[in-house]
């Protein structure tokens, strides 16, 4: 079992402090009861029960849905979902989305939990109401009650799939407006860091379902779990603001000399799950320039294939679109 270091020394954070539990978002006890995934996850108009959860789901398998749809138990006499949304664990309301037509998660509420090893967010998504106390910097503690769901989208959702649509997972970089502004989108980022891109999240069911089963212990453990698709070495001094905020991904301690550059390991969705600090003589080894790939694993994205981790050109294996946009983000503001 590989030794997670702390850096607190040369990045001024803490350690993490432990695992915690997570509660269920909405009133439905399906998961907890182990009923049918078809109990509780609200499907897309296909009806394919998968086409709501995590991971390649959609359009036959080119799509990629990052949350988890989870269905409305109770409804008033007009047919509108009325279930409360609750916060998973404790935490700090870091975003506020209040005006539906300003992004395609409609309104919804963002909560950092920095008491978990390693801290996440959470993101809970087409609230049909925000509750009033839910405001940025607001202290929220597992079971505080965020809005109701509901069916809020900048493209609609009709009223018979109103659904949470909840995700877990960390956020990327500060230098994400930076980053945006260098894409020539034609929309104002209304959302500033917590914009949906600048987030890669987990499958919350699966980590659910296995800390049930005992099978993972924490979310550690569970990042640890997940299979490497493909491992990149960045070239450079900087020291993310991602590692200073995420310590515990890091998996050794930093060089004695100064750190040269990163080997860091992907998931197949895009997480930066591991890193490693390189020195000098460690970073010249690799031969290359730019963000170079030194592994991956064709067989696991070939199976996922929603996902452009890599790509292949000439024989030449390198960052596809998704890892390329995860290290511009993560490494924008260090640089």
Not at 90 to 99: A, I, L, Y
Request: with cysteine.
């Amino acid at each position: 079992m590989r030794m997670v270091l702390c850096l607190a020394a040369i990045l001024a954070v803490p350690c993490g402090i432990g695992a915690q539990e997570l509660i269920w978002p909405t009133p439905r006890p399906a998961l907890h009861e182990g009923r049918p995934h078809a109990d509780y996850i609200q499907p897309t108009e296909s009806g394919t029960v998968e086409s709501g959860m995590f991971g390649c789901t959609r359009t036959s398998g080119r799509q990629f849905h990052e949350g988890l749809d989870l269905k409305a138990l109770n409804r008033d006499r007009r047919g509108e979902a009325t279930d409360p949304v609750v916060a998973v664990a404790p935490g700090v309301v870091r975003h506020v989305n209040s005006v539906s037509g300003r992004s395609n998660y409609g309104r919804y509420v963002v909560v950092e939990h920095t008491g978990f090893s390693p801290a996440v967010i959470t993101l809970y998504a087409h609230l049909g109401s925000i509750a009033p106390d839910i405001q940025p910097g607001a202290q929220v503690q597992a079971g505080t009650q965020l809005g109701i769901m509901g069916r809020s989208a900048s493209t609609g959702i009709p009223r018979e799939r109103a659904h949470l649509h909840i995700e877990i997972g960390f956020w990327l970089g500060r230098g994400f407006q930076a980053w945006y502004e260098r894409q020539k989108y034609p929309s104002k980022n209304e959302h500033g860091t917590f914009n949906g891109m600048n987030v890669v999240s987990m499958d919350f069911l699966d980590f659910m379902e296995q800390r049930r089963r005992g099978v993972v212990q924490d979310l550690r453990d569970y990042i640890q779990t997940l299979p490497t698709a493909a491992t990149v070495v960045v070239k450079t001094r900087a020291v993310p603001d991602f590692v200073q905020r995420y310590p515990d991904l890091v998996q050794a301690a930093p060089p004695a000399t100064g750190i040269a550059g990163w080997r860091i390991e992907f998931t197949w969705f895009g997480l930066p799950k591991a890193w490693w600090p390189l020195d000098a003589s460690e970073a010249a080894a690799v031969q290359g320039t730019g963000n170079i790939v030194v592994f991956h694993d064709r067989a696991i994205l070939e199976r996922y294939p929603c996902q452009s981790i890599i790509r292949t050109r000439g024989g030449v294996v390198s960052p596809g679109p998704k890892m390329q946009d995860v290290l511009e983000i993560i490494f924008t503001a260090a640089r």
